[in-house]
């Protein structure tokens, strides 16, 4: 039986006050709808705050991105130990802002992943094609491509200490979500794809979906059998829209 897992990407927003007011918000919207799991992805300067409020509590907390590298002369990287000192116990990796900027290839992400999961970090490994490769039909072949980069470095059995993402290109900060059947036809394939690898693998992994998840779509998404829950960028930055989202997940009966 997999939990519904809702992750909100708040990528490079907030400031103390405005961090302070969203996690109490979430913690109180959320008291109630205990049947799925949450958490907040923060920049990194605020990972204490997030420490500081999360500790005790059932949200979760993690990075947006980390360094393959334990230490050393990496200007502005940051370590997977130091996202575990701060508690963490997610961090994103390949999200497509970082790989269409050339930072993350699919084999940079696959080594990440490795090293996220050595550290007990649950690394949510982003894949998804780009509006030119749906257009031409590669969907498949480039999730597959992007999924291959990673096991290919952990080993189908290591993948499963992770979280997977599949977020369009298309989808992302757009307005215009996959739809439900769409994403659960990708989310479907991915899932048998692992299942001929090794069932147990398949058959238990996180599928998230991702790609303007909103509060009015969140319920029709998640109700996918393949759709384990979402990773929330915009609507993340709206505490009640965010709270209405885990709240769907967690009414969600599986
Ligand atoms: C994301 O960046 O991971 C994301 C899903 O963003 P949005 O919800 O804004 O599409």
């Known amino acids: 039986m997999r939990r519904k897992l809702v992750v909100a990407n708040r990528k490079m927003h907030g400031t103390i006050p405005v961090n302070q007011a969203f996690l109490e918000g979430l913690l109180a919207g959320t008291r109630d709808y205990c049947n799925a799991d949450y958490a907040v992805c923060f920049p990194h300067p605020y990972l204490y705050q997030a420490q500081s409020i999360l500790t005790g509590t059932p949200v979760a907390w993690g990075g947006q991105n980390m360094s393959r590298h334990d230490e050393g002369p990496y200007t502005g990287s940051v370590s997977p130990g130091m996202l575990v000192e701060f508690g963490c116990e997610y961090v994103i990796i390949g999200h497509s802002e970082r790989r269409t900027r050339g930072h993350d290839s699919d084999n940079s992400v696959g080594e990440r992943f490795q090293v996220a999961t050595m550290a007990g970090l649950k690394p949510i490994f982003c894949m998804g094609e780009t509006l030119e490769e749906y257009e031409q039909g590669l969907t498949d072949l480039v999730t597959i491509r992007q999924l291959n980069a990673v096991i290919q470095q952990v080993g189908i059995k290591n993948l499963a ?38 069932q147990q693998v398949g058959e238990n992994i996180r599928i998230l979906y991702g790609g303007s998840m909103k509060a009015d779509n969140a319920a029709q998404l998640m109700s996918m059998p393949d759709i384990d829950g979402g990773l929330v960028g915009s609507a993340s930055l709206v505490t009640e829209e965010f709270v209405a989202i885990c709240r769907a997940a967690s009414s969600i009966r599986i």
Do not use: N
């Not at 290109?169 to 090794?198: C, N």
């Open 161 to 198: 200490k992770g979280v997977l993402a599949y977020e369009p290109v298309w989808a992302i900060g757009t307005g215009k979500a996959a739809s439900p059947e769409h994403a659960q036809a990708i989310l479907h394939f991915l899932r048998g794809y692992l299942m001929l690898k090794d």
